[in-house]
Structure formats: structure tokens, C-alpha cells
């Protein structure tokens, strides 16, 4: 994947290339705090699961 934005790099100018960087690091932000929600919803899933089964 970084392969990928550095391609895209350089084959823009300077400008693009530092628009491209911002999104990017905006779509990982994002993908972070959403893994981070969901990850936390699963683990009390299955904290209650295994509560509800006596382990």
C-alpha cells in the first residue's frame, strides 16, 4: 500500500503529492478509531459470553 502512494508522489507535483499525503493519513486516523470501536464491542461480547457460560 505504501508502494502505491509513493508512486502516486511522484508522479504529481509537489502539491498533489502533499494533498494525497493528508488523505491518506486522514483514511488511517479513521480506520484506527473505527478497529479501536469495534475491537472494544467484541471484547465485551465476549466477556459476556464467557461470563454467561461460567469460565
Not at 502505491?4 to 491518506?24: H, Q, S, V, W
Request: no cysteine; glycine share 8%; charged share 10%.
Amino acid at each position: 500500500m505504501l508502494s502505491i502512494f509513493r508512486n502516486l508522489m511522484k508522479k504529481t507535483d509537489g502539491a498533489t503529492a502533499i494533498e494525497y499525503t493528508l488523505i491518506a493519513a486522514l483514511i488511517a486516523v479513521a480506520a484506527i478509531t473505527a478497529m479501536t470501536t469495534v475491537g472494544t464491542t467484541v471484547k465485551n461480547v465476549l466477556s459476556n459470553v464467557a461470563v454467561n457460560m461460567g469460565g
